[in-house]
């Protein structure tokens, strides 16, 4: 990216004016200590995001970086307004926050352990610490996350690439774009919820999923959606009723042909404890698992419940995707787009080849920080 704009862009007059060197917000560097730096960073949409509930052009983003004796690296804060995060939020935590208090970056459960419990809520702000952390780590290990873990990396799923809910024309046009990927994500819970769906088929046969993010409030017609979904080769119905009505999604769910993922109904790990019968699998996001130190314990977790695993993403750039990435061995299915619906992604990294999420050999998050 443009390096003069990314400064620009940061808004705050007491961050430093390097990037990627460490900014940092208003606390000196202390060699064999953890030092944390940031920047807001405003992410730009390719099309307007529309969804049962909202619309929005730009997402607001934070960059952060944790530096280790001349070792970086990096994470993001991605806020999607329906989280209740915001630059000033996040900025503020991340201000408050004193993680040059630690001296040995292996330490990740004590320094996480504190991070969470320093105010609660604030899942955005941690992640973004989490990711970085993360990163700094596989670099001092030399070795990326998946290999860490001991993941196989042609285990990957394919990457759905998301069409909103948007004009016939527009959805033809999105259509399009994503041709070269296996599987498309279709957004419902408006009133044309069969129409994309019909201009989809018009043009191709490749597989869909369904994202209604709560929008469907008649378990009866849901239900009737659902079978009539199950003819067009539709592999999942993500989130369809809000997630209060935990009663009628298990009615659903008894009777659904596709399998029934949640995604709103969760945020932190115990979230998941109650789902058996109600949610075939879950939607597994960095913004609101606190990171990857926590969504791996919930792979383990809703696994041991005999779900399915979905590792999924904000609008984000390729930073918090490529982390999101690392788990994607341990998923039947992937929704990791964020980073190819903005224009002014300011990291390389995860890449999709031929629809599939491919992961490459660099150490940590497996990201380099693009420079203009
Ligand atoms: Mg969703």
């Known amino acids: 990216m443009e390096r003069r704009n990314f400064l620009k862009s940061s808004g705050l007059g007491l961050l430093a004016a390097t990037f990627p060197t460490p900014a940092l917000a208003g606390k000196s560097a202390k060699s064999g200590h953890l030092n944390l730096s940031f920047k807001p960073y405003d992410l730009k949409l390719r099309h307007a995001f529309n969804l049962a509930k909202s619309s929005r052009k730009n997402t607001p983003d934070v960059l952060t970086q944790i530096e280790y004796d001349g070792i970086i690296g990096y994470g993001e804060a991605s806020m999607p307004p329906y989280l209740g995060e915001s630059i000033e939020s996040v900025t503020k935590f991340l201000s408050s926050i004193d993680l040059a208090q630690f001296t040995d970056p ?3 459960d ?3 352990e504190y ?8 899942l955005a702000a941690k992640a973004s610490v989490d990711i970085a952390l993360h990163d700094l780590l596989g670099k001092i290990m030399g070795q990326p996350w998946y290999k860490i873990w001991g993941l196989s990396p042609e285990n990957t799923p394919n990457t759905s690439f998301t069409i909103g809910i948007d004009t016939a024309e527009v959805v033809r046009q999105k259509v399009d774009e994503a041709a070269p990927y296996k599987v498309l994500k279709v957004k419902m819970g408006l009133n044309n919820d069969r129409e994309t769906v019909e201009i989809i088929r018009q043009k191709t046969n490749v597989p869909i999923c369904v994202d209604v993010n709560q929008g469907w409030d008649n378990k009866e017609k849901a239900l009737e959606t659902i079978n009539w979904l199950a003819e ?3 592999l999942f119905v993500e989130q369809p009723m809000p997630k209060e009505m935990i009663d009628e999604t298990a009615w659903l769910r008894e009777r659904s042909p596709l399998p029934i993922i949640a995604d709103e109904a969760f945020r932190r790990l115990p979230d ?6 109600v949610y075939d699998g ?3 996001k960095l913004m609101k698992s606190t ?3 926590e969504a791996y314990k919930m792979v383990i977790l809703a696994r041991s419940l005999g779900m399915k695993i979905m590792i999924g993403c904000m609008t984000e750039t390729s930073c918090a995707i490529s982390a999101a990435a690392q788990l994607a061995p341990l998923a039947e299915w992937a929704d990791l787009d964020g980073n190819l619906l903005i224009s002014n992604d300011c990291f ?3 890449k999709i080849v031929n629809g599939k999420i491919t992961l490459a050999d660099r150490p940590g998050i497996g990201v380099e920080v693009l420079r203009g």
């Not at 991070?115 to 604030?122: E, G, L, M, S, T």
């Open 106 to 108: 292996f330490r990740i």
């Open 348 to 350: 390389d990294g995860m």
């Open 110 to 112: 004590e320094i996480l």
């Open 272 to 277: 998941i404890l109650g789902f058996k019968g």
């Open 291 to 293: 990171g990857l130190h």
């Open 232 to 234: 067009k080769n539709c």
């Open 115 to 122: 991070v969470d419990k320093f105010a609660p809520d604030n």
């Open 282 to 284: 879950i939607n597994i």
